[in-house]
């Protein structure tokens, strides 16, 4: 891979692991503050702290083997696709997380008020559609992932 397509890519992947990061952060402290809050959520947590650890390392191994690697004409164009279509998943997702604290940080109200207003908010339907929106993107770079590793 040439330098100034690596150092793009590794750029891009950065940005998108310091997005999935603070995103996933903000989650977890979500979750933590209900005690015995939905599964669902702990576990879409897991999945957007894993994206952020493959972007990670994929930009690491970019950013630190510019010349070794090379994914090839026939991945470098869906690559280039996938991290639009990541990059408006991610910033959809961190909304979400956002809107979601926003609306269960209202002051006046009872821990026992807040629980059910989480309940009620947090489809398992929405959260299911999250986690699968991030497991497709983590088996994309999966995939980048063991061919620059070749």
Do not use: C
């Not at 690596?6 to 750029?11: K, S, V």
């Not at 991945?75 to 997702?93: H, I, N, Y």
């Not at 809107?99 to 269960?104: G, I, L, Y």
Request: no cysteine; aromatic share 6%; glycine share 6%.
């Amino acid at each position: 891979m040439d330098p100034a397509t690596g150092i793009g890519l590794a750029a891009s992947l950065a940005t998108l692991a310091e997005i999935a990061g603070k995103s996933g952060k903000a989650l977890y402290r979500f979750t933590k503050r209900f005690r015995n809050g939905p599964e669902a959520l702990e576990s879409l947590y897991e999945e957007v702290e894993a994206l952020r650890q493959l972007l990670d390392d994929i930009s690491a191994l970019v950013r630190y083997d510019l010349g070794d690697h090379d994914i090839g004409p026939q991945l470098r164009k869906p690559a280039q696709s996938k991290q639009a279509e990541m990059a408006r998943d991610l910033d959809a997702f961190e909304t979400w997380v956002a809107d979601m604290k926003k609306n269960f940080e209202k002051p006046g109200y009872s821990e026992r008020h807040l629980r059910a207003r989480f309940v009620k908010a947090l489809s398992e339907r929405e959260v299911t559609q999250h986690r699968s929106i991030l497991a497709e993107h983590r088996k994309s770079l999966d995939t980048l992932l063991n061919q620059l590793a070749k």
